[in-house]
């Protein structure tokens, strides 16, 4: 009986990309672009209720709260960046703009492979967009990252790689309060293979990039390799480091 019970059992429907990962309800909301899943532990449930209804910051965010991230516990990579930007507020949608463009094109992935939580999660340090500032945003609300940042990375139990964007992330992941951005993407053979410091993919840093024309020619190619080796599932840093692709050093020869 048991067994025919099984097999009549009916199959729980597949949820779609944008159902499980992208889009917040409403800007009234405090929205979340995550998976909730009934199979999910029950704490991580509650987490997203009270990230959802988290106000702390809403006397100083001008278009009000809007929590903007991409979360699930099966995400084998972290993309830790700064602050959803106007556009990303409105949509509810994270790196749904020119710069998630480009970012995308640095990992070397498509929007769907971008957009499945239980492959790749997006924790900004800040969760809402901070507003306008003299010279584009505002930074993150420091409020932020210390109510929520470690408890919803502590959810993440599959990492494999971080992306630490931008200077406020580099702070938090790296301890390097001090180093310019440009110092901290040029050492990134020294957090290599677990994390990898990047700057902002916006189009304010056409410049940066130009005048850094390695990150291209060597830090790309690498992380290129990484992403897919990570999406993979293949060779965790934690177990089997020494079959990891290796960053190549500045004075290896370049094959092709």
């Avoid at 929590?67 to 409105?90: F, N, T, Y």
């Avoid at 700057?199 to 130009?210: E, K, Q």
């Avoid at 020619?217 to 480091?241: C, I, K, S, T």
């Amino acid at each position: 009986m048991s067994a025919l019970h099984g097999r009549l059992r009916p199959k729980t429907p597949k949820k779609s990309v944008h159902a499980t990962a992208l889009r917040a309800p409403r800007p009234a909301d405090a929205a979340v672009a995550a998976a909730t899943d009934p199979t999910a532990p029950e704490d991580w449930q509650a987490l997203l209720r009270e990230v959802r209804a988290c106000t702390l910051c809403a006397a100083h965010l001008p278009l009000g709260p809007r929590p903007v991230l991409q979360l699930h516990p099966q995400a084998r990579i972290l993309i830790a960046s700064q602050a959803p930007g106007r556009k990303v507020h409105e949509s509810g949608v994270p790196f749904d703009d020119a710069s998630g463009d480009r970012l995308r094109d640095w990992m070397g992935i498509t929007r769907e492979q971008f957009y499945d939580a239980r492959r790749i999660a997006i924790v900004p340090m800040g969760l809402c967009y901070p507003g306008p500032g003299p010279h584009g945003d505002l930074p993150p609300r420091p409020e932020c990252a210390p109510k929520w940042r470690e408890r919803l990375l502590g959810q993440l139990k599959n990492l494999e790689l971080t992306l630490v964007i931008g200077q406020y992330a580099h702070a938090w992941h790296l301890g390097e309060r001090r180093v310019s951005v440009t110092d901290a993407v040029r050492g990134w053979r020294d957090h290599w293979p677990a994390l990898l410091p990047l700057p902002h993919p916006s189009g304010r840093n056409n410049i940066w990039l130009r005048r850094n024309p390695w990150f291209e020619a060597e830090l790309l190619p690498a992380l290129r390799r990484r992403v897919a080796q990570a999406l993979a599932g293949r060779d965790r840093p934690r177990r089997r480091a020494g079959r990891i692709a290796r960053a190549p050093s500045p004075g290896e020869r370049r094959h092709g």
